[in-house]
């Protein structure tokens, strides 16, 4: 019987739907170890354990901060674990235990955020760059969810690929019945939602949007997610370049988004980096037809379960977009290939993958 602490600070941030499904399906496989996890102090009421061997810790401990290098480091080396899996390549790097670490991708080593300092940023990422490079080397297995991210972090990092891991995710069909956003009933649309970073390429679609308006006058897009300070700049930009057809509901509830993805002519999804591409799978879970943009993950993601354009080109954009969402018999025939794709994909089977890592990690079978 093993002592494994797991990091979920994240729980409930937008990158948090991974180790919020990893802690569920451990619950329902593993009755040996016993766990730890890492929670922020907030979220310690909303997460309760179903499995006795599992219990939760207050964490205060910010990602990226002097206090998670010194405090965590000092919370870690009290638990005792005999294996930490960090859910995200922030961590303490002077822990030396066992550790297995995910590694979602690089968009953060290449992407600025414009919401942030620029300069506070630009350090930030400088630091982010050096922390990635000694995680991956001081972990014991790395862990991926696709074979793209896989191969970028073994050159990037200059590790043996043999090291890491690929668990790919999964979708989960959304149970909350169907609720209707009021102004979108009867009217034909396309939709985005997720958050409105520069690597989301929301500015480039905006661009085939209005190419696309030329031919069908009628069809409205909607850019759903919490209006933080990006999406309100790019509603500001929308309005003032005349696109008023454009639909920012802000965040929207599962039923709404089931809705959405249940009614959209297609889902676009115009990213220019990716680790797996979740939003695009939850879309074809629910039947609505995808078209992608093909760089780095995610042809190998969705394979022939989207219709893929250069997101660098607007007009091939607007080109593909318009292909599909004019076509019903190619609209039925994504739905159908999308409902096949997402039948690979389970997080069932990405937490059973998750333990055996586990396993040859405390086994002492893996890779320096």
Known sequence: MAKIVIDARELRTTTGRYVERLLYYLQELDNKNNYIVLLKPKDL???????????????????????????????????KPDLVHFAMVQQPIGYMGKVVTTMH???????????????????????????NRIVAHKSKAIITPSEFVKEDIAKFTRINSRKITVTYEGADKITDQSE???????????????????????????????????????????????????????????????LNDIVFPGFVSEGQLKWLYENCLAYIFPSLSEGFGLPGIEAIVHGAPLISSNYTCLPEIYGDAAEYFDPLNEKDMAETILKVIKSPSKRKDLIDRGYRQAKKYSWRKMAEETLDIYEDVLGNKSIS
């Open 45 to 79: 009421e909303g997460w309760i354990p179903s499995n006795k061997n599992f219990s939760s810790v207050p964490c205060s401990y910010k990602e990226f901060t002097f206090r998670e290098q010194i405090s965590l480091f000092r919370q870690l080396r009290e638990i």
């Open 105 to 131: 991708d690089l968009t953060t080593v290449r992407f600025k955020n414009p919401s942030k300092n620029w300069l506070i940023f630009s350090i930030k990422q400088f630091v982010y760059v050096w922390v």
């Open 180 to 242: 209707p956003v009021k102004e979108l009933v009867d009217s034909p649309f396309i939709m985005y939602t997720g958050r409105p970073q520069p690597h989301k390429n929301l500015e480039r679609l905006i661009e085939a949007y209005s190419i696309i308006k030329k031919d069908y006058p009628g069809l409205k897009l909607v850019l759903s997610g919490k209006k933080d300070v990006l999406y309100k700049r790019i509603e500001r930009e929308a309005l003032a370049n005349g």
